[in-house]
């Protein structure tokens, strides 16, 4: 079945310590983004990428780093320069443009212990 | 102020009611405009979706009207029953830069739908 998988579904970090969460899709899309989520906060934007190699900073992106090697894969590090990184994190890709339905991973919990 | 407004945050209604959630947006140019229902610890999915050269879709007992006047826009669910309990984000594409538009979320809205 085409989707978009998320891995770990939970993972616990250590502070100071770097992590990095998986995001593949096999839905050919070109677009692919990571949101953060918080309580009463909404989706907020953290990176975003169009293309392979290429990607672009949202709303939130400091403490944060991703790579686009291959368009089904989109991975974020979440460095510790990151000060507040326990959140639900979620995935997402879309045809690009944007104008049209974003497809979202399960999510991953990321707890700082 | 926000590019995407939504409210209320918070909504309980008895079943079988109808729920309305309302969201506003501030880019003229913005020309479609989806909801996603969240479950709890799970990905949003989208339920219902519109573009700027109609008015109002619908999908059984959902429906999304859009005032592009006004710039806003709402979800409507009726005949609610309690497996609509769950959150609920409106979007829409904001400009940002370099030619290029990304969705922006509203800040969510929880439904509970008493049994």
């Known amino acids: 079945d085409g989707g978009i998988t998320q891995s770990p579904k939970y993972l616990f970090r250590k502070e100071g310590q770097n992590v990095t969460l998986s995001c593949e899709q096999n839905?050919?899309?070109?677009?692919m983004y990571w949101y953060r989520q918080d309580p009463g906060q909404g989706l907020r934007l953290i990176y975003y990428s169009q293309i392979v190699n290429d990607f672009q900073k949202g709303d939130i992106a400091e403490g944060y780093s991703v790579s686009r090697e291959k368009k089904e894969s989109f991975p974020l590090t979440v460095t510790s320069a990151q000060k507040n990184p326990t959140a639900f994190y979620l995935c997402?890709?879309?045809?690009?443009?944007?104008?049209?339905?974003?497809?979202f991973g399960q999510g991953t919990r990321l707890t700082v212990v | 102020g926000e590019n995407v407004e939504q409210h209320p945050s918070t909504l309980s209604v008895q079943e079988g009611d109808s729920a309305v959630i309302k969201c506003t947006y501030s880019d003229s140019a913005s020309n479609y405009f989806p909801w996603y229902k969240q479950e709890l610890g799970k990905g949003p999915q989208l339920i219902i979706d519109i573009r700027s050269n109609v008015g109002e879709k619908k999908d059984q007992r959902i429906a999304v009207t859009l005032n592009k006047t006004a710039k806003h826009f709402s979800l409507h669910i009726t005949e609610t029953q309690p497996e609509d309990s769950a959150v609920y984000f409106c979007a829409a594409p904001v400009y940002s830069g370099a030619g290029s538009y990304q969705l922006t979320f509203g800040k969510g809205t929880k439904l509970s739908v008493i049994p």
């Open positions: 997402a890709s879309s045809i690009y443009p944007t104008n049209t339905e974003a497809f």
């Open positions: 839905l050919n899309h070109d677009a």
